[in-house]
């Protein structure tokens, strides 16, 4: 099916980011398009905004994807009213198993700068909140990274472990080049600028035991750790190659990991270039990255 599996309540919202990859006046979707979403996908629905629970509809919506047996009913959210155990409760009952929040920032300035909004300590609380009532294993933590929060990516890292313990896992996505972006191009920084903070940040992760998943970052900028782009797993066992924000470039061509990289994301190469990107000469990579993989996985089967 050519629509994604995401459900969009309301484009109203209490934050600001200003990182927001999305337009101020997204359209969001009539009924029947929502109807047509949930009949088509059993396996993951995320419900997204705007803020989704600024939505009244959200339970509603809710019930109706755990009616329809969808597996995994993901709410993606800035964490409002997520420090109150009854609003957590009732997402519950209705249905939300994993509780996606974003969190661009560990340090409290950085965090409400990013956010435009003084939530810091909410939305901390949020998080400890749904730990408490649902577990850290239905919670996912979202990192959009941008020029003002790559540096401290390993004490992000820390923070996680000492204030949240283990969680789901925690997902590190490159900022887009889109919506209130495109007028703050300042945000964006480049993928050879990040390239040693992403992977000490890894490596602490790693230390930490912590999971981690990423996007948009093109395989030659997560040496060592290329198992953990989201798109390596969905080429390999989802064959799943229906990416319309990246594309490999020419350079791609003589890359032993092409099979199994989607390439920078195309808005990134508008704005940069493909210069930076670097070719992986080893034939024993893909190899190692499979078996890696393949661990990985059957790792997560034992349990
Ligand atoms: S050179 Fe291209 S195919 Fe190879 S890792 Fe980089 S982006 Fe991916």
New binding site residues.
């Given amino acids: 099916m050519n629509i994604e599996p995401v459900i969009i309540l309301t484009n109203i919202c209490n934050h600001k980011c200003i990182f927001c990859s999305r337009k101020d006046k997204e359209p969001i979707q009539s009924d029947e398009e929502k109807k047509i979403i949930v009949k088509n996908y059993t396996d993951t629905i995320s419900f997204e905004g705007g803020e989704p629970t600024l939505s009244r509809d959200l339970i509603k919506w809710v019930r109706i994807a755990k009616k329809n047996r969808i597996r995994e009913i993901m709410l993606v959210t800035n964490g409002f009213s997520l420090d109150r155990e009854d609003v957590v409760r009732a997402l519950l009952d209705a249905g939300v198993n994993v509780f996606n929040i974003n969190f661009p920032s560990h340090i409290e300035r950085i965090y409400n700068l990013l956010t435009d909004s003084c939530d810091y300590t909410k939305t901390v609380n949020s998080i400890k909140n749904i730990i408490k009532i649902v577990g850290g294993n239905r919670l996912r933590i979202t990192m959009v990274l941008n020029k003002l929060n790559y540096v401290s990516l390993k004490d992000y890292f820390k923070f996680i472990k000492t204030n949240f313990g283990d969680i789901f896992y925690t997902e590190i996505n490159m900022i887009k080049v889109k919506g209130r972006v495109k007028n703050r191009l300042y945000l964006v920084p480049r993928l050879s600028e990040i390239n040693k903070f992403l992977i000490a940040g890894l490596n602490e992760a790693k230390k930490l035991d912590l999971k981690v998943i990423s996007d948009g970052i ?3 900028f997560m040496s060592g750790f290329e198992e953990l782009n989201i798109d390596v797993f969905n080429l390999l066992y989802l064959k799943n190659r229906w990416n319309k924000e990246k594309q ?2 020419s ?2 061509n003589n ?1 032993g ?2 099979k199994i ?1 989607s ?2 994301r195309k808005d990134y190469v508008k704005l940069y270039g493909s210069s930076e ?4 000469k080893d034939e024993y990579q893909l190899e190692s990255i499979i078996e890696r993989m393949n661990f990985k996985y059957e790792k997560k089967m034992d349990k």
């Fill in positions: 093109p395989l030659c490999k470039k350079v791609c890359c990991l092409k990289c390439g920078p990107l670097k070719p992986v």
